[in-house]
């Protein structure tokens, strides 16, 4: 079993900036692949940043220019900066992270608040 915990996440004016992280233990070797997503109240759970083991990155378009996806492979720990936040951020962050096995492990969520 993997275990993923985030962390990071809270209370933060638009405009304001936030780093969630992302820890994977356990059975895991490596992370083949992490992503970040974000899920409101009846609203299904979207992507919001995806790295793979290669380093190639892809976005949401709502993230592109204020998110940066990273992860420190050796520690098997994973970030997403958050700047330039606005209201519509506010949403459950969930981390999936996908281990050399190619099976993939959810995270409790952090919740992120985008209010003044």
């Known amino acids: 079993q993997v275990q993923v915990v985030e962390s990071g996440g809270g209370l933060v004016q638009p405009g304001g900036s936030l780093r969630l992280s992302c820890e994977a233990s356990?059975?895991?070797?490596?992370?083949?692949?992490m992503g970040w997503y974000r899920q409101t109240t009846g609203e299904e759970r979207e992507l919001v940043a995806r790295?793979?083991?290669?380093?190639?990155?892809e976005y949401a378009d709502s993230a592109k220019g204020r998110f940066t996806i990273s992860r420190e492979l050796r520690k098997n720990v994973g970030y997403l900066q958050m700047n330039s936040l606005k209201p519509e951020d506010t949403a459950v962050y969930y981390c999936?992270?996908?281990?050399?096995?190619?099976?993939?492990?959810w995270g409790q969520g952090t919740q992120v608040t985008v209010s003044s």
């Open positions: 356990g059975e895991i070797f490596s992370m083949y692949a």
């Open positions: 999936n992270v996908v281990n050399e096995y190619r099976v993939g492990f």
């Open positions: 790295i793979r083991i290669n380093g190639f990155t």
